[in-house]
T-cell receptor
Framework: DTEVTQTPKHLVMGMTNKKSLKCEQHMGHRAMYWYKQKAKKPPELMFVYSYEKLSINESVPSRFSPECPNSSLLNLHLHALQPEDSALYLC?????????????FGPGTRLTVT | RKEVEQDPGPFNVPEGATVAFNCTYSNSASQSFFWYRQDCRKEPKLLMSVYSSGNEDGRFTAQLNRASQYISLLIRDSKLSDSATYLCAVKGSGGYQKVTFGTGTKLQVIP
């Protein structure tokens, strides 16, 4: 059972649509992450929020817009995506300080862009 | 050289066998190391962190060799349910939480 939840599980959207992915964690973590994973590839970091502030943006195109409304929630707003953006989008959380950086993943949102 | 490298496999082993995976990393200042397990079309699940002194959890043993810059995962008495892709992950130096994943090693345990 995961303490990181993501909605929706599946999403199909056209290239002109606007949609949002949502992530919630109940682990008391203060760091949250968005990853993109294509088939047979490792997760690829997109964004990191630490104490609700964006700390890492891995040169992600502006059609992906993250938001961290509070310490438990993380959103990823999608607009004008391309078919090559189809992937599994994973949210993760971890401690933000100390040595315990173990990341715990949500089940992901499988996104298809048509 | 890639930051984190793994043999993609697949490793096909019979039930009950012992299997070991290695993962090399390029940044000698890396601080934290992890093994994750990922089943097909599922999220990665943390298997264990890897400590300098090595650590064991049941049939799983993880080791860190800083001198040679690699981590290892040993699975004893393999079960069919161990079939999955095993990802190593390495956190670099500094205060940021960036973790880099290896491409994963696929394990198939055969009856």
């Amino acid at each position: 059972d995961t303490e990181v939840t993501q909605t929706p599980k599946h999403l199909v959207m056209g290239m002109t649509n606007k949609k949002s992915l949502k992530c919630e964690q109940h682990m008391g973590h203060r760091a949250m992450y968005w990853y993109k994973q294509k088939a047979k590839k490792p997760p690829e970091l997109m964004f990191v929020y630490s104490y609700e502030k964006l700390s890492i943006n891995e040169s992600v195109p502006s059609r992906f817009s993250p938001e961290c409304p509070n310490s438990s929630l993380l959103n990823l707003h999608l607009h004008a995506l391309q078919p090559e953006d189809s992937a599994l989008y994973l949210c993760a959380s971890s401690q933000a300080r100390g040595t315990d950086y173990e990341q715990y993943f949500g089940p992901g949102t499988r996104l298809t862009v048509t | 050289r890639k930051e984190v490298e793994q043999d993609p496999g697949p490793f096909n082993v019979p039930e009950g066998a012992t299997v070991a995976f290695n993962c090399t990393y390029s940044n000698s200042a890396s601080q934290s190391f992890f093994w994750y397990r990922q089943d097909c079309r599922k999220e990665p699940k943390l298997l264990m962190s890897v400590y300098s002194s090595g650590n064991e959890d049941g049939r799983f043993t993880a080791q860190l060799n800083r001198a040679s810059q690699y981590i290892s995962l040993l699975i004893r008495d393999s079960k069919l349910s161990d079939s999955a892709t095993y990802l190593c992950a390495v956190k670099g130096s500094g205060g940021y939480q960036k973790v880099t994943f290896g491409t994963g090693t696929k394990l198939q345990v055969i009856p």
